[in-house]
């Protein structure tokens, strides 16, 4: 999907969040319906802006809630990806929260 082609892009930092975002409104425009994997892909944008200090665990959870506001159900990448956000970010007392929600 073209989400994935942005999420690649920032693993090398060549994309911003704010590229992410525009591809998902890009996708829903031609009617393309997100999945999780798109949203996946997107919280790895996140993850790997979080790295350059770019972004932050509020990006990541406002993800996490637009994924159960279409309906969708966050999967063990998904938990992954905010996990990565935590560690990059030094939001540590966060983790075990994390970890309870995936169970």
Same mark, same amino acid.
């Given at each position: 999907?073209?989400?994935?082609? /942005?999420?690649?892009?920032?693993?090398?930092g060549?994309?911003?969040?704010? &590229? $992410?975002?525009?591809?998902?409104?890009?996708?829903?425009?031609?009617?393309?319906? %997100?999945?999780?994997?798109?949203?996946?892909?997107? *919280?790895? /944008?996140?993850?790997s802006?979080?790295?350059?200090? *770019?972004? $932050?665990?509020?990006?990541a959870?406002?993800?996490?809630?637009?994924? &159960?506001?279409?309906?969708?159900? %966050? &999967? /063990?990448?998904?938990?992954?990806?905010l996990?990565?956000v935590?560690?990059?970010? $030094? &939001?540590?007392?966060?983790?075990? %929260?994390?970890?309870?929600?995936?169970?």
């Open positions: 999907s073209m989400m994935v082609l /942005v999420a690649n892009a920032a693993r090398h060549t994309a911003s969040l704010q &590229d $992410g975002v525009k591809t998902l409104a890009l996708m829903q425009t031609y009617a393309i319906t %997100p999945n999780v994997v798109t949203y996946n892909s997107l *919280l790895k /944008v996140v993850a802006a979080a790295g350059r200090g *770019l972004s $932050g665990l509020e990006e959870r406002k993800i996490l809630a637009r994924i &159960d506001a279409v309906g969708l159900k %966050p &999967d /063990v990448i998904s938990y992954n990806s996990l990565d935590c560690s990059k970010t $030094g &939001d540590v007392q966060e983790i075990h %929260p994390i970890l309870d929600e995936m169970v």
